[in-house]
């Protein structure tokens, strides 16, 4: 089945420039997605990026996609504590269950004063 | 502006009792899903619908079941509440390729 890795944990200084990594398995995936969740939240759609994309630029979010490998990364430009939070990559599958989301367990994001 | 919403915010249930958690979403999305979120263990998908009365098992619907009568509306039930599913419930609907989350319900069954 579908299987998507994050590390659990990043810690950054304000000011700077954060990079959450991701891999996932599926190579059929068609959208991937990364989430913010806030203590006590639910999840807040970031941004997303089709598959035939290399990359996306939104403000101070980067995604970039490495279909080959299966990687993507978010960067997060000039780091904010309002930043601090969790991070969820996630990706939608093949076949009949095309439309259905699975994530990584996301990445804790620390961001120093 | 997207809207998921959750019936409830924080609920607490006695071991044994049926429960039933609601989700609402005014996007006229035609798929919705819902999850259980857990320390260590991240989303795990319960179940979804990708059209009113339709549903597909998730990768834990032991225990649960769900309803969708109406498309705007997706509900989680708890057919007899047990200590281990204690947990946060999220309801998400999607578009493709958007989707977008309720703000959760953290249910403690005692």
Known sequence: ?????????????????????????????TYLYWYKQEPGAGLQLLTYIFSNMDMKQDQRLTVLLNKKDKHLSLR????????????????TGSG????????????????NP | DVKVTQSSRY??????????????????HENMFWYRQDPGLGL??????????????????????????????????LESASTNQTSMYLCAS??????FFGQ????TVV
């Open chain 2, 11 to 28: 609920l607490v249930k006695r071991t044994g009792e049926k429960v039933f958690l609601e989700c609402v979403q005014d996007m006229d």
């Open chain 1, 76 to 91: 997060i430009a000039d780091t904010q504590t309002g930043d601090s939070a969790i991070y969820f990559c996630a990706e």
């Open chain 2, 44 to 77: 795990r998908l319960i179940y979804f619908s990708y059209d009113v009365k339709m549903k597909e098992k998730g990768d834990i619907p032991e225990g649960y079941s769900v309803s969708r009568e109406k498309k705007e509306r997706f509900s989680l039930i």
């Open chain 1, 96 to 111: 009949g269950s095309n439309y259905k989301l699975t994530f990584g367990k996301g990445t804790l994001l620390t961001v």
């Open chain 1, 1 to 29: 089945g579908e299987d998507v890795e994050q590390s659990l944990f990043l810690s950054v200084r304000e000011g700077d420039s954060s990079v959450i990594n991701c891999t996932y398995t599926d190579s059929s995936s």
């Open chain 2, 104 to 107: 959760g319900t953290r249910l």
């Open chain 2, 94 to 99: 999607s578009s493709r390729p958007e989707a």
